[in-house]
């Protein structure tokens, strides 16, 4: 009986991911050490080369954060397994850039030769 195997496939979940909310999946490790994965443990470096915890107790294979989050700012991600031993060693490391707000439209303007009764058309350029 040993530590687990570090869990597999960490990567971002676009699908969750956005300028205010990260989110992240991987897969149960392949080699759990004799016994049952307890959870999982998410680490994070907000930009400092320093890895911190950011949320133990992790039961399922998702994760997702809405601590808060600078625009435009890298933040990487690593996970843990655990079981009745201790905790495996990282998985592999997710790189996730923060989006940042797009600026405004510009230009906004009413097409009149396209603006009739009940139809309103509006152009503008993007930002």
Known sequence: MTNPDP???LQNNAAVTST???GLTWAAPAINGGTPVIDYRVSWDQG???????ASGITATAYTT????TA???YKFKVE???AYGFSSFSNEVSILAAKVPTKPLDLANDEARTGPGTITITWSPP
């Open 66 to 69: 809405n601590a808060p989050l």
């Open 7 to 9: 869990p597999s496939s």
């Open 48 to 54: 400092t080369s320093a890895f911190v915890e950011l």
């Open 20 to 22: 205010s909310v990260i």
């Open 81 to 83: 397994s655990r079981n």
């Open 72 to 74: 435009g700012t890298r």
